[in-house]
């Protein structure tokens, strides 16, 4: 249940009102009932300068482009791309994750000209996610040196969209790795970034991680959807390695 009901025409007036708490939760909201009327207004908040903390970022900003993914409508687009260049990078990082949801291949050049700029600090795992969700096979080459980047969850960003685009067995190292390691917030992170591989030979490290029961039950589902999706394994095979590790599990 939402904490409070709104008509699209309350959300809207608040979000274009002048109380900072109201129009972030009206953002949100929007985003959560994934009405497309809702992008025109959404927009105007991804512009917003009202809404700014003492250390520079923006908040409605940030809310505005996650509903605007959750929306899920091209309309977005242009917005989304122009908030690839806000001072902010959790604004840039959500305008990615929302580029990766709109599903159109003309968010692959700005992602991949972020990519690109490594002499500015960038939200790489989501740059590397979202160039993995829209099968930008042309960043390759790009996205290969964050194999060797200081963060974990870089590394497995890098190696499960890689892994996607190539099949090599290597990659799989670093998710299995990742898989078991002592911090559990990495292991939850692994764990769906191997179920976004498609890598259907790891079921059985899914099924037996050391994360919580219903994160393995919803990891091993997504991975089942993904190599459908990708079509690279026969799906008399995805199911003959995904369906008795799910079974096992309930």
Not at 32 to 42: A, I
Not at 60 to 82: C, F, H, S, T, W
Not at 97 to 110: E, T
Request: charged share 20%; with cysteine; glycine share 6%.
């Amino acid at each position: 249940m939402l904490p409070q009901q709104l008509t699209w025409e309350q959300a809207v007036a608040q979000l274009q009102g002048t109380d900072l708490q109201d129009r972030y939760y009206a953002a949100w909201y929007l985003g959560t009932v994934r009405d497309p009327r809702g992008v025109e207004p959404l927009l105007l908040a991804l512009q917003d300068e009202l809404d700014r903390t003492a250390l520079g970022g923006y908040p409605l900003r940030r809310n505005a482009a996650k509903a605007l993914g959750q929306i899920g409508d091209v309309r977005a687009l242009p917005g989304l791309v122009e908030a690839l260049t806000c001072t902010d990078l959790h604004v840039r990082e959500e305008a990615a994750y929302a580029l990766a949801q709109l599903q159109d291949g003309r968010a692959v050049d700005p992602l991949l000209a972020l990519l690109q700029a490594p002499e500015v600090e960038q939200p790489w795992e989501a740059v590397i996610e979202a160039l993995g969700q829209l099968n930008a096979r042309q960043a390759e080459e790009a996205i290969r040196p964050f194999l060797q980047h200081a963060s974990e969850r870089v590394r497995s960003a890098a190696a499960w969209v890689l892994y996607r685009f190539t099949q090599a067995e290597a990659l799989t190292q670093i998710l299995a790795e990742l898989l078991a390691h002592p911090n559990p917030s990495l292991r939850q992170a692994a764990l769906f970034d191997l179920a976004e591989s498609g890598w259907v030979a790891g079921a059985a490290l899914l099924a037996t991680a050391d994360v919580a029961l219903n994160l393995r039950i919803n990891a091993l589902k997504r991975l089942f959807d993904v190599a459908l999706q990708l079509g690279q394994v026969p799906p008399s095979q995805v199911a003959e390695l995904i369906i008795p590790q799910l079974d096992r599990l309930f």
